[in-house]
């Protein structure tokens, strides 16, 4: 009898080590402890405008050159920015930082970019950076790259930020609305 007990006890406690080792079937949602909305403005040397460009062709392939965008998907360009970030979709209105960084255009036969910048603050509001890094599929409506780090009140930032093009205008001209959730935040 004695025997019995200790096999059932055994079994009772190894049966709960198993269920509580097992991963739960339930799906954690998992919500940002931070959500900003920004807009960035590129505005591409093209000869003509230098008055106004905040980006910059820096490298092109051998048959493009550094004035206009490649060919077809603008393949093998590398551009150089310095952008003004803002509250609203309007060019003109008071900037709150500046989106600092390069994209590569990396595919021939699809229109597609790497991105990898900074968004730097130096406002009331905010102060410091927050740093992305990752691909970006530019026909799609909304694409996510990730949040890698910050500085200032972003310290150690991490997250998503989705992309979605706002406007464009030719090649020349184009917005970004970037809407970050930060998961982690110090």
Known sequence: MG???LISVLSL????????????????????????????????YNGKNSKNAT?????????????ILAGKNHFGDLVVFDDPI?????????????????????KKDIFTAWLGFSFVFNSTEHKG????AGADPLMNKTRDISVVGGT?????????????????????????RV???LYECW
């Open 129 to 132: 950076s927050i740093n992305f």
């Open 152 to 176: 200032g009140d972003f310290f150690m930032a991490r997250g998503v930020a989705t992309l979605m093009t706002d406007a464009f205008e030719g090649e020349v001209y184009f917005r970004l």
């Open 179 to 181: 809407d970050i959730k």
């Open 3 to 5: 025997t019995k007990i």
């Open 86 to 106: 803002t509250l609203d979709n309007n060019l003109h209105s008071t900037p709150v930082g500046r989106a600092q960084g390069f994209y590569i255009y990396d």
């Open 13 to 44: 406690f190894f049966l709960i080590f198993i269920s509580s080792a097992s991963p739960s079937h339930k799906t954690r949602t998992r919500r940002p402890c931070k959500r900003l909305v920004f807009y960035f403005h590129d505005v591409i």
């Open 55 to 67: 980006a910059a062709i820096i490298g092109a392939p051998a048959w493009g050159n550094k004035t």
